[in-house]
């Protein structure tokens, strides 16, 4: 789901916004989800904030991104959207630093309203392979 905001009073769904704004939030959004499940030391850390439930087991997490763009398409605005469930302490200062500056692929359509509000998955990192284990050799 992707939503386009220009003020609290003007928002524009997705499926109304016009054609070229919907590529360009599309585009947005698959380059943050990509950076942040990929292998980033700021993404991991941001992706083990949020992953990471209270009693120490880690589930995959959906989000809802506010984002913000300048004409060159560089990130100035990088907030996690209010959710059902809460955020942890910190991971909005660990997205701000992660995504703050990053210039997203393309440039935004001219009069695309702002921020975008970019929904990601944001999932778990994969186990680390048991080196300690011994392989019997035959």
Do not use: C, F, H
Request: aromatic share 2%; charged share 20%.
């Amino acid at each position: 789901m992707i939503l386009l905001i220009a003020a609290p009073v003007q928002v524009v769904a997705a499926e109304q916004a016009p054609a070229a704004w919907q590529a360009y939030a599309a585009l947005a959004q698959t380059d943050i989800d990509a950076l942040l499940n990929g292998d980033e030391p700021g993404a991991v850390a941001l992706r083990d904030t949020l992953v990471t439930a209270a009693d120490g087991t880690a589930a995959q997490r959906e989000l809802v991104l506010i984002i913000g763009v300048d004409a060159a398409s560089q990130i100035e605005r990088a907030e996690i959207a209010a959710s059902v469930t809460p955020v942890p302490v910190g991971a909005d200062a660990q997205l701000k630093t992660l995504l703050l500056g990053r210039k997203l692929p393309g440039t935004p359509p001219v009069g695309m309203r702002q921020p975008m509000r970019l929904a990601v998955t944001v999932a778990p990192a994969p186990p680390e392979p048991d080196t300690n284990s011994k392989r019997e050799i035959q």
